[in-house]
């Protein structure tokens, strides 16, 4: 039986400075490590804002992600034409510059105990 998601039960908010998540479990081991150990590190260093989904009875997290700065460049791609194709798809204004401001999902991840919630396709809307 699927579970549902009453998204009044639930926030999304920043990872406020200095602040450690204690318990998080995705079956990776990597992305458990960042939120467990690294994501305070990141926001310390200007390097990326975590933000978590959590219930908001319990405070549990149940997914998060972290946003990092990042740009699209024109020597990402295979040659001069290929990038004005994007850029002219992509952006409204036509200046001629040579990378664009971009945000980058740098980790994404939802607990074991919240699958079958949809909560990421929920979170990535809200991104």
């Known amino acids: ?4 998601l009453n998204i009044t039960d639930y926030r999304v908010r920043p990872l ?5 998540v204690k318990s998080f479990d995705c079956g990776d081991d990597d ?9 305070h590190l990141y926001r310390e260093e200007l390097l990326a804002v975590t933000y978590v989904m959590e219930e908001r009875s319990s ?16 020597n990402e791609f295979e040659n001069k034409t290929e990038f004005n194709r994007f850029r002219k798809h992509h952006f409204a204004n036509e200046k001629r510059i040579k990378s664009y401001p971009a945000a980058k999902i740098g980790r994404f991840a939802v607990d074991i105990s919240a699958r079958g919630l949809h909560i ?7 991104i």
């Open 59 to 74: 405070g549990k997290v149940l997914a998060y992600f972290s946003l990092m700065n990042d740009k699209v460049s024109l």
């Open 31 to 39: 992305l458990n490590d960042f939120i467990l150990n690294a994501a």
């Open 16 to 20: 406020e400075e200095g602040e450690r």
């Open 120 to 126: 990421g396709s929920l979170l990535l809307n809200f």
């Open 1 to 4: 039986m699927e579970q549902t």
